[in-house]
């Protein structure tokens, strides 16, 4: 199964940016990276999401290795509200509803210094 | 537009009780799903459904039941509900987007169940 690695905890301070790592040694070519946020007391929320090429969105920027195997999620200037548990997970359109695909870690909390 | 929605939002139960925690997506997507969530710990599925009259196992599915009712709607039912089962309980969802889109999971905002 693919399955994503992330960093336990990370800090940053207020209005700096943000490099949230990803390894996914094992992702298969049909394999999205997505990316989803849980603020406290609160059901994780989409951040963003891509197959290949780096992606920009409101929110974050996703940038892709050349090779897939890992991602990193840049919040370019944090603020106290981005603290939250960010996880990384692979998500297969083709296997709609396999639990394969569902599978969420345990994340990386980030902690924003003010 | 209110995506996801989840009933109750706090419950106590007692050890052996009862109980079913409602779910309903307004999306239209076909696949909806039930976390459970411990204390500093990640999302564990439960159940998924992929469709409108079929479900599956996921990760812990003991001591738990679902019904997919219609495509809008997928319960949880705790027939005999023990401490062990202490946990905040997600539902979720999942369609077809736009083209690229990958299949974004949808959450609510999460049931607070302890039981005594």
């Known amino acids: 199964d693919a399955k994503t690695t992330q960093p336990n905890s990370m800090e940053s301070n207020e209005e700096e940016p943000v490099h949230l790592p990803c390894n996914h040694s094992t992702i298969s070519g049909t394999d999205y990276i997505h990316w989803y946020r849980q603020l406290p007391s609160q059901g994780p929320e989409y951040v963003i999401h891509g197959l290949t090429s780096n992606v920009n969105n409101r929110m974050a920027s996703l940038a892709i290795a050349e090779d897939r195997k890992s991602s990193t999620l840049i919040l370019h200037r944090a603020t106290l509200r981005d603290a939250a548990v960010y996880y990384c997970?692979?998500?297969?359109?083709?296997?709609?509803?396999?639990?394969?695909?569902?599978?969420f870690g345990s994340g990386t909390q980030l902690t924003v210094l003010p | 537009n209110a995506g996801v929605t989840q009933t109750p939002k706090f419950q106590v139960l007692k050890t052996g009780q009862s109980m079913t925690l409602q779910c309903a997506q307004d999306?239209?997507?076909?696949?909806m799903y039930w976390y459970r969530q411990d204390p500093g710990m990640g999302l564990r599925l439960i159940y998924y459904?992929?469709?409108?009259?079929?479900?599956d196992k996921g990760e812990v599915p003991n001591g738990y039941n679902v019904s997919r009712l219609n495509k809008r709607e997928f319960s949880l039912r705790l027939e005999s509900a023990a401490p062990s089962q202490t946990s905040v309980y997600f539902c979720?969802?999942?369609?077809?987007?736009?083209?690229?889109?990958?299949?974004?999971?949808?959450f609510g905002e999460g049931s607070w169940l302890t039981v005594v």
């Open positions: 459904s992929a469709s409108e009259g079929t479900t």
């Open positions: 997970i692979l998500r297969d359109p083709t296997y709609v509803g396999s639990a394969r695909q569902l599978t």
């Open positions: 999306m239209n997507h076909n696949s």
């Open positions: 979720a969802s999942s369609g077809k987007g736009p083209r690229g889109s990958g299949n974004t999971i949808y």
